[in-house]
């Protein structure tokens, strides 16, 4: 007889979310769904607002990752008014922007994706969170985890005010200038970053890597698909978090398309499906083949894996030799394991520590020419970052006064809706067979779309509200057999 | 003696809040160890009926940050009040509506247009499709919550006993208000758990604000380089200080921006957006009742300036009330 499973709330992830599987008459996997069951309005009631104030405002999207809000937000303000900030400006951003992708890569892994790995997926649910993650690599590496997030988030406050919702960014530069004094204290807590990633790093060989079960789990058909991946490079195709060209590869790893910003609407388009409020990403030129596979296929990933995949290397020297180990120990480019976006992920953290240091150094940092002061008349303006979770555009029309007459938001999870959904089906099928379900293997399938760190505060930009996670099971005749919420 | 129970909860909100609690850092491994953490849903797992099995009061505090919108919230908002003896709103949104309130502005269709409309930007949709409360799929049926016309803060659906203010609420405040609760210092039911003064009285630029009415023009940031150390009224910028709650340390004119006003109000002020419009108004420097007009009408939004944290909680409430009144 085949069922139904739902899991909701998802849990250790950014916002809610929602999966239901259905079973068929043998108790194995017919179809799982992803679902975002929720929706805001930033789009819409950004019209009328002015929009020096959209750094702000958008940052209110997501509060874990508001600083990838407010600087693409402050980006598309530099296009909107036609100004290049000041070396200063721009040292400082880039300063504050990889100690973000520097915290938030850390959070991730020690608070969300990593007690999969570090407790084990299959571990008492009880302890599958930072909590049991300290209790596995003691207590002094948790209070090294905490004295970390604090001086990256400090250093944050003193360039942003707020690291939570930060005011720095206005069009053509930032608010603040940044004094003699300060550049000492982020020259320290950029190098005390660079020892924390290569340690996190060294955890991650330790505990996973020399364990063959998480190697052969991460490299498991359950958890692979062939896609094109989306990211930001520099003027070499390095990665980049702040700025470049958007560059596409194929499943095969060949560059498909490198374009920069403003021409974002030749190349992506966005899907609706009926039962989600997410919508899917696509490759324009490609075009929209379902939730499929392969070169005749649309879909696209971005995120850590995904930015490893489109760029030729890291801009960093230590992240580079990171980079050229993760290849060589997973089989060469491109790699579509996507429980290899956890490894992904502390690469960019080293890379983002040792760009942090670059820029903490520059003696560009504390000139207190911070800004350019706008003189063209605003229409319209299209800023990009790569946040942590992936590829972030903002996009705004205006009046002659800068008031917003019409915006386009496309946040990293919208790129990589229709990829999780397809993660999150095909782990199901791997993980569920013969009618056996249990929280061991429903965490399994929570682990595809946990890879991706989706952040469903993002994704439900478009509407206020919330979604908690839950898996239901539902037999062939639809009747719910099994119900596990993790939330609400 | 067992130690006190108390929950986390979020409904229509972005994380800030939930990260404000994790940037407690060492101080987290206090609260846990002085309290039983019964609900968190964003970094532990329970269940929502692990809470529906507690007895009504079983935990002694519970803080639920978001503003609500949906049914489920609405749900989950009684379901925390029942079951705790202090219900803390816990941030701007819960307490005054916030950001996202700024939805009350437009209308449910209207964000569906932006949003799904084909030829919307990126949006490609020739079907007109629409997320639905149903869907019948080849394997099954799977379903979407609605969504509320309006959004709501949280006293706008349950009693509430106190407000932990800003967004997101600064940590010291955090602090403060758990130990308050653990201590039994409990101040008056609907107090806000901040100083009661405004943010210009200790602010550290107060002595370059002027004692009479300066304005005469207002400026936009991004017109003007902002001096670090001089009021930023007095350079003409619009700062929320003379009418906003003091508790944040006054963190964005640290930041060297002004102040927009996320802690809300002073004690006895019903509405926010107003008292704020008044304050700034009475810094105009004019008798001619014209020429204030026509100074504040220099302020390219005046909704969302004032309202930008508190439109669901004021008395606008709602987009027709917003028209209704000129546009402020």
Known sequence: MARQITIDPITRLEGHGKIEIFLNDQGNVHRAYFQVPELRGFERFAQGRPAEDMPQITSRICGVCPTAHHMASAKALDDLYKVEPPPAARAIRQLVYNTFMFEDHALHFYFLGGPDFVVGPDAPKAQRNVLGVIGKVGLEIGKRVIEMRRAARQLITLAGGKVIHPVLGLPGGVAKALR????????????????????????????????????????????????????????????????????????????????????????????????????????????????????????????????????????????????????????????????????????????????????????????????????????????VVEAPRGTLIHHYQTDARGLITKANLIVATQNNAARIAMSVDRAAKGVIRNGRVDDGLLNQVEMAFRAYDPCHGCATHALQGQMPLVVRVYDAAGQLLREIRQDG | MSKPKIGFYWCASCGGCEEAVVDLAEGVLKVVEAVDIVLWPCAMDFKRSDLEAMADGEMAACFVNGAIRSSEQLEMAELCRRKSQALVAFGACSHLGGIPGLANACTLEGVMQSVYGDGEFSTVNPTDTRPQPMTQVPEGRLTLPTLDESVKALDQVVPVDYYLPGCPPPVKLIVDAVMALLEGRLPPAGSVLAPDVALCKDCPRLDTKPEDPFLHEFKRPHEILIDPEKCLLAQGLLCMGPATRSGCDHACIQGNMPCTGCLGPVSHVRDYGGAALSAVASLVDSNDEAQIAACMAQIPDPAGTFYRYSLPSSLLFKRRNVQGNGGV
């Open chain 1, 180 to 383: 003699p004094e300060d550049q000492t204290l982020c020259i320290e807590v950029a190098d005390q970053a660079v020892e924390f990633a290569l340690f996190s790093l060294q955890i991650f060989r330790d505990v996973v890597l020399k364990n063959r079960q998480y190697v052969d789990l991460i490299t498991s058909d359950a958890y692979t698909h062939r896609t094109y991946y989306m990211g930001l490079v520099d003027e070499n195709n390095d990665v980049n978090f702040y700025d470049g060209m958007l560059r596409v590869v194929d499943p095969q790893g060949k560059q498909f398309v490198k374009f920069p910003v403003r021409d974002y609407l030749k190349h992506i388009a966005e899907h609706v499906e009926p039962w989600s409020y997410i919508k899917f990403c696509y490759l324009k030129d490609v075009g929209w083949k379902g939730f499929e596979e392969g070169p005749q296929s649309g879909v696209y990933a971005v995120a850590p894996l995904a930015r490893l995949n489109a760029a030729a290397g890291m801009p960093t020297s230590r992240a580079q030799e990171a980079y050229e180990e993760f290849y060589s120990v997973l089989g060469g480019k491109p790699v579509h394991h996507t429980l290899a976006t956890h490894w992904a992920r502390l690469i960019e953290m080293l890379s983002a520590a040792e760009m942090m240091g670059d820029f903490a150094r520059s003696p560009d940092l504390i000139s207190p020419n911070i800004r350019t002061i706008p003189t063209a008349t605003p229409q319209e303006g299209i800023g």
